[in-house]
């Protein structure tokens, strides 16, 4: 790995190391998006990271559409738990970055895997970067079984 490849820019640094806390309540969901809707003159990302990084931000009424799309996938998909767990913001009281997890998709308690498990969507103040494709350069090279076994397959 080359010294470089080590340097996060400020967005893949929060993304992957910034500090978050859990929203545990749709209590705090709702109040975690009308604080952001509360931020006029903020310019929110929001990164469905099944697609590509978004170029533009969101104002204002696209911003209420986008969470009430989130809020209603959630409630879809978690019809009757009491609990959230899978929101996360940097600062519920003044969020500049959130992450939102799909629950389908959050993995186990005992997973080892290196890669880690990422959210179906994040909302930030800083504009997104493909957070796949910098993961796969991080990845290591593929060992010697590895290129064994790819050699045997074809």
């Not at 186990?108 to 909302?123: E, F, H, I, K, R």
């Amino acid at each position: 790995m080359n010294p470089e490849s080590k340097v996060l820019s400020p967005y893949l640094q929060s993304f992957l190391q910034g500090r978050f806390r859990c929203l545990l309540r749709w209590e705090e969901l709702d109040a975690l998006w009308a604080t952001l809707l509360e931020q006029r003159e903020a310019a929110w990302h929001a990164y469905d990271l099944e697609g590509p990084p978004p170029t533009a931000t969101l104002d204002g009424p696209a911003l209420r559409e986008y969470t009430q799309m989130l809020t209603a996938t959630l409630r879809g998909l978690l019809p009757h738990q009491a609990h959230l767990g899978i929101v996360y913001a940097d600062d519920p009281a003044h969020p500049t970055f959130v992450k939102v997890y799909h629950p389908r998709r959050i993995g186990g308690c005992s997973t080892t895997n290196a890669v880690p498990v990422l959210p179906g969507w994040a909302l930030s103040h800083l504009p997104p970067e493909d957070v796949h494709a910098h993961l796969a350069a991080q990845a290591p090279p593929a060992g010697r079984f590895s290129r064994l076994v790819g050699r045997l397959r074809g």
